[in-house]
Nanobody
Framework: QVQLVESGGGLVQSGGSLRLSCAAS????????MGWFRQAPGKGRESVAG????????DYANSVKGRFTISRDNAKNTVYLQMNSLKPEDTAVYYC?????????????WGQGTQVTVSS
């Protein structure tokens, strides 16, 4: 069973950037499609971005297209989410997930989450 640990969250001003990382252990990252999800206070968890096992395909929520980029380094067992031009509405707990690809990531495993707060 793969374990996922996110890092890189924090407080940033509107318009700023952050890069989230998700390190995997107990399994081979290349066996999984990977995704980033987020959950804002009082809202449900939503998909932000996903990437296939070999990185050939990606998928983004409309709200983050052109601002966020998902990437992976299978040799380092790590997935990244580069977030630029951040907005206050991006404030949420961000979760890394591993699973299978069905036009997007269907998660089987979750990380514990990392808080991202964007101030206006």
């Amino acid at each position: 069973q793969v374990q996922l640990v996110e890092s890189g969250g924090g407080l940033v001003q509107s318009g700023g950037s952050l890069r989230l990382s998700c390190a995997a252990s107990g399994g081979t990252l290349s066996s999984y499609a990977m995704g980033w999800f987020r959950q804002a206070p009082g809202k449900g968890r939503e998909s932000v971005a996903g990437i296939t096992r070999n990185g050939g395909n990606t998928d983004y929520a409309n709200s983050v297209k052109g601002r966020f980029t998902i990437s992976r380094d299978n040799a380092k067992n790590t997935v990244y989410l580069q977030m630029n031009s951040l907005k206050p509405e991006d404030t949420a707990v961000y979760y890394c997930a591993a699973g299978r690809w069905v036009g997007g990531v269907v998660p089987n495993y979750w990380g514990q989450g990392t808080q991202v707060t964007v101030s206006s």
